[in-house]
């Protein structure tokens, strides 16, 4: 019976993230699943140069 519900756990804990790019010439922000619909990975004003969108959290490293 454990084995049954660890089963059944491991199907469930598949997590997609969402991430955010951003054409280099306009700037339109696109999702991963938005651009994965398309035919062609392609922004609305014909480039194809996109940037990674990263939230604003500067990581700071302690020195050893």
């Known amino acids: 019976m454990a ?4 089963d ?3 199907e469930n804990t598949t997590e ?3 991430v955010h790019y951003a054409c280099l010439r ?3 922000i696109v999702s991963n699943t938005e651009l ?3 035919p062609e990975i392609k922004c609305i ?3 194809r140069v996109f940037t ?3 939230p604003p ?3 700071t490293v302690k020195a050893i």
């Open 57 to 59: 959290v500067v990581k």
């Open 52 to 54: 990674k969108v990263r």
């Open 8 to 10: 059944s756990m491991e």
């Open 36 to 38: 994965s619909r398309l």
């Open 45 to 47: 004003c014909g480039f």
């Open 16 to 18: 997609t993230f969402e």
């Open 26 to 28: 306009c700037g339109t």
């Open 3 to 6: 084995e049954e519900t660890f």
